[in-house]
């Protein structure tokens, strides 16, 4: 099994900045891959960004292109969210994620095995 335990979060204006970390410990050498997705009230949980655990590669949601950065730690195991220029429609619990076997590109979340307990970003305008 892999445990993931998501950090940062919070409450921020529109325009500003947070970033989201997630460390996974447990059976981490069968992880291929990390990323993120979130949730808003109402709504189905929606891909963020995803890493190769390698951290050489990277794909991004449309919505969060060019305003989200997500890299990787391999001393640390962890993962991280970078996100700028929030907007109101950012706001949502947000979810790490993990996957034994990925295929960069897919926004699928039945493709991701392990699930972090998530974490509350709420942008106010």
């Known amino acids: 099994q892999v445990q993931l335990v998501e950090s940062g979060g919070g409450l921020v204006q529109a325009g500003g900045s947070l970033r989201l970390s997630c460390a996974a410990s447990g059976r981490t050498f069968s992880i291929r891959a990390m990323g993120w997705f979130r949730q808003a009230p109402g709504k189905e949980r929606e891909f963020v960004a995803a890493?190769?655990?390698?951290?050489?590669?990277?794909y991004y949601a449309n919505s969060v292109k060019g305003r989200f950065t997500t890299s990787r730690d391999n001393a640390k195991n962890t993962v991280s969210l970078q996100m700028n220029s929030l907007k109101p429609e950012d706001t949502a619990v947000y979810y790490c994620v993990a996957t034994r076997n990925y295929a960069l590109g897919s926004e699928n979340p039945h493709q991701f095995d392990y699930w972090g307990q998530g974490t509350q970003v709420t942008v106010s305008s």
């Open positions: 890493i190769t655990w390698s951290g050489s590669s990277s």
